[in-house]
């Protein structure tokens, strides 16, 4: 794998909405991104993603474009996305924005041309289809947000579109090679005005596997999950070797895929050092227990699960390329609500589950309001959702014989507005994101949780993620945690997540007890590491003495001052002891 320039830094996602309010309209805004710009670069950032804010009837909060070149007047200007270039770029930090290019808006001049004449160059750009009263679709594949993926095209009785979406989001039809043009066209007009990539959404769902066939049913509805579909699609790696070579190479662009699905033989295509992308996200723990049939059928994700995803993903990447490590993003759930068992979730169990993704192989990224340990947020009634796919998994969960009461709690458990509440800056009203009205309704922990109360604590969330960003970055650990190999350390014990970063001079081993109660945590012998006997290891808090070649070193760990872990001998063996959800990192 190439060293790229990209490989050093720490990625952070913002949802503009739902970052900073600059005008007291009660929706976040570009400016307001500028005026914290500086909070992010406290932190360490390098890199940030922006969710979409091009012009947008916002069906799906942005991601249903109605023009790729213009800025929402909800979110900004295009003045105000120059500037926040430039005042990123000042601060040494670069901007990302949100590509959505499987689907557009209903009211893009595309589609509005296309309806006008299916039948002529713009009809082309979509799969538009004859379908007469009583004639069956062309397929029966479920749209994402539920229901088929066809609907009548407006003005029209015998003709059908495509959306895998919102049926407000008809499908782009990349087979296309006029509509592919215009697309590069747009992403090369902005890397020119200075943007520095993109995060690439949905990109999997551009291939569909043609012709449209049925698959088998996996629900009442009679209709097959999209995933099935994706399953037999081949060739996309066309579309996004050229989208790649037109567009992303010749800038030098930094690009980051929202990938499902893909093939194992296929990732060296996706991330090696030709890839269609720089990186990609891994997703293997979002996923974990997820039913086509519905939230309904999900179940949950314990520690030792988790830790069987990450370790997955890093012996399947080796060192093809960089994966993308996050815990949660706009689509999810917090990651400390879905990874910290119900009832457990404390200071030092979010700042465990930090340690232990952050310090993987790969890229961090965290999404605003994680780096103050952000929760889901408790809900009265469906009224109070603004995400369409949480109504509909709420709708499906209550026809699968569910309480309203027990599909609420569903959306409480996996919907998409908990990451979206607006960002908890302080303890005043509406925590400080707006003088307004919010667009969703801020979390009422806001109290407890928010920037300034933990800036203040060298215990708290933000200052962990702090030290953690600044470990990743520091000379002395940089090579192992940047680029060092990764092995899993005591792989089937329960509740224990551990793992070695090593580079040739360096060897750092990353242990969490996930669980509330302390465990005893042999440590490895000497031998295995470097292949001399030990006599002696010692915990060493500061650097190693002159001559103690065989010291422990303690670099960092997550409980308060005074909270540092025992090591202890039994029968000539080390062992550590971890107090509950304590996480350490420890050169050996």
């Not at 995933?227 to 992303?248: I, K």
Request: net charge negative.
């Amino acid at each position: 794998m190439k060293r790229q320039w990209w490989h050093e830094k720490v990625a952070y996602q913002i949802y503009p909405k739902s970052f900073y309010d600059s005008n007291g309209d009660g929706i976040g805004d570009v400016p307001g991104i500028i005026e914290k710009l500086d909070h992010l670069a406290e932190l360490g950032v390098d890199i940030i993603w922006l969710s979409p804010i091009y012009a947008s009837p916002l069906a799906d909060q942005g991601y249903d474009i109605s023009d790729y070149y213009s800025i929402d007047p909800r979110f900004g200007t295009l003045k105000d996305v120059d500037r926040l270039l430039a005042e990123a770029h000042k601060r040494g930090m670069y901007i990302l924005m949100d590509i959505v290019v499987n689907h557009c808006s209903d009211e893009h001049e595309w589609f509005k041309k296309a309806c006008e004449d299916p039948d002529g160059k713009y009809g082309k750009y979509f799969y538009i289809v004859d379908r007469k009263e009583g004639e069956k679709l062309p397929c029966n594949w479920r749209s994402y947000f539920g229901g088929p993926v066809w609907d009548k095209l407006p003005g029209y009785t015998d003709k059908y579109y495509l959306h895998v979406f919102h049926k407000k989001q008809p499908d782009l039809n990349w087979e296309n090679p006029e509509l592919r043009e215009e697309i590069y066209k747009m992403v090369n007009w902005w890397l020119d005005r200075g943007l520095d990539g993109f995060r690439l959404d949905a990109i999997i769902n551009i291939k569909k596997a043609l012709p449209f066939k049925d698959y088998e049913p996996d629900r009442l509805d009679r209709l097959s999950s999209i995933h099935a579909m994706l399953h037999d699609a081949n060739g996309v790696g066309e579309f996004l070797s050229e989208l790649r070579d037109r567009t992303f190479k010749p800038h030098n662009a930094f690009t980051v895929g929202e990938v499902f699905d893909e093939k194992p033989e296929e990732l060296p295509d996706f991330i090696g050092d030709n890839g269609y992308f720089s990186s990609m996200f891994d997703f293997d723990a979002h996923v974990f227990g997820q039913s086509q049939k519905g939230w309904q059928e999900n179940y949950d994700i314990t520690p030792d699960d988790f830790r069987e995803c990450i370790f997955r993903t890093q012996k399947k990447i080796r060192d093809i390329g960089f994966i993308s490590n996050i815990i949660e993003n706009h689509d999810e759930p917090r990651g400390v609500s879905r990874y910290i068992p119900e009832g457990e979730c404390s200071v030092t169990a979010k700042k465990a589950l930090a340690a232990v993704y952050f310090l993987l192989r790969g890229l961090p990224w965290i999404y605003q309001g994680q780096e103050l340990g952000m929760e889901n947020i408790r809900l009265t009634s469906i009224n109070e959702v603004d995400d369409i796919s949480s109504v509909d998994a709420y709708y499906t969960a209550i026809s699968a014989g569910f309480s309203e009461k027990q599909a609420l709690r569903l959306v409480e458990k996996y919907g998409r507005d908990n990451a979206r509440t607006p960002f908890q800056w302080d303890g005043s009203e509406q925590a400080g994101f707006t003088t307004g009205q919010p667009w969703l309704a801020v979390n009422p922990n806001y109290k407890e949780i928010n920037l300034e109360a933990e800036k203040k604590d060298p215990d708290s969330v933000f200052s962990f993620y702090k030290k953690l960003i600044a470990l990743r970055k520091s000379e002395a650990y940089k090579e192992t945690l940047v680029y060092g190999e990764f092995a899993p350390y005591l792989a089937s014990a329960h509740n224990l997540i551990g793992y070695f970063r090593r580079s040739p001079e360096q060897t750092l081993l990353i242990l969490a007890n996930f669980q509330t109660r302390p465990v005893r945590v042999p440590l490895p012998e000497k031998e295995k590491l470097q292949g001399e006997p030990v006599e002696k290891a010692a915990l060493n808090t500061e650097k190693n003495a002159e001559g103690d070649k065989d010291a422990i070193k303690l670099v960092l760990h997550n409980r308060k001052e005074g909270e540092a872990p025992e090591i202890v001998s039994e029968n000539g063996r080390q062992e550590i002891i971890l107090k509950g959800y304590q996480a350490v990192v420890l050169e050996v």
